[in-house]
């Protein structure tokens, strides 16, 4: 009898330390979107700022124009879609498709960026116009903070992913609704 309740016990205290340490990697994860989602905000901030100051160029026409409009409306629904993608993922940063969405996001931006800059350095025959150079610059330290801060989000997810999927503490991971998460 004595037995029984020992081994209950034992089953019990388990029980908990695995599901505190099972939160405990969820929330970490967590807390390392939240340092990610700054670095988004940062970079979102950083192009509202860009277009703002941004001047239409008053002695460029045609095709030329056209083309440069079209590179900033691009950058412009990208950086939308990645607001409207890093809103949903905040609400579930572990949800595997509103990661992805997130990430995806992030690399159309990231693209859209791009041909901006190209197309800037084609209209002034090969270099990046000096107005855009300061731009490029704080986007450049921009992505490098987003990329560390991607990285320790991604290391936190590997680890709860690990814990999650670990036999003991995938049953209590089952019967508490606990899902693997998505890496960015």
Same mark, same amino acid.
């Given at each position: 009898?004595? &037995?029984?309740?020992?081994?209950?016990?034992?089953?019990?205290?388990?029980?908990?330390?695995?599901?505190?340490?099972?939160?405990?990697? +969820?929330?970490?994860?967590?807390?390392?979107?939240?340092?990610?989602?700054?670095?988004?905000?940062?970079?979102?901030?950083?192009?509202? *700022?860009?277009?703002?100051?941004?001047?239409?160029?008053?002695? &460029? *026409?045609?095709?030329?124009?056209?083309?440069?409009?079209?590179?900033?409306?691009?950058?412009?629904?990208?950086?939308?879609?990645?607001?409207?993608?890093?809103?949903?993922?905040?609400?579930?940063?572990?949800?595997?498709?509103?990661?992805?969405?997130?990430?995806?996001?992030?690399?159309?931006?990231?693209?859209?960026?791009? &041909?901006?800059? +190209?197309?800037?350095?084609? &209209?002034?025959?090969?270099?990046?116009?000096?107005?855009?150079?300061?731009?490029?610059?704080?986007?450049?330290?921009?992505?490098?903070?987003?990329?560390?801060?991607?990285?320790?989000?991604?290391?936190?997810?590997?680890?709860?992913?690990?814990?999650?999927?670990?036999?003991?503490?995938?049953?209590?991971?089952?019967?508490?609704?606990?899902?693997?998460?998505?890496?960015?």
């Amino acid at each position: 009898m004595w &037995t029984t309740w020992i081994l209950l016990a034992l089953l019990l205290f388990w029980a908990v330390g695995a599901y505190n340490r099972l939160i405990r990697l +969820r929330s970490a994860a967590m807390q390392a979107f939240g340092a990610l989602d700054a670095h988004m905000l940062r970079w979102m901030a950083l192009l509202g *700022e860009y277009e703002a100051s941004r001047a239409a160029p008053a002695d &460029t *026409e045609g095709a030329q124009s056209a083309v440069h409009d079209d590179a900033h409306a691009a950058l412009w629904a990208a950086a939308t879609q990645l607001s409207a993608s890093l809103a949903v993922a905040r609400a579930r940063p572990l949800d595997a498709d509103a990661a992805a969405a997130l990430s995806a996001a992030a690399q159309v931006l990231d693209t859209a960026w791009q &041909t901006v800059v +190209r197309e800037a350095a084609q &209209t002034s025959e090969g270099v990046a116009p000096p107005a855009l150079a300061p731009w490029v610059q704080r986007r450049e330290q921009v992505a490098l903070q987003s990329d560390a801060a991607r990285r320790q989000f991604n290391d936190a997810v590997l680890l709860y992913n690990h814990a999650v999927t670990q036999f003991p503490a995938s049953l209590l991971a089952w019967l508490f609704g606990l899902k693997k998460g998505r890496t960015l």
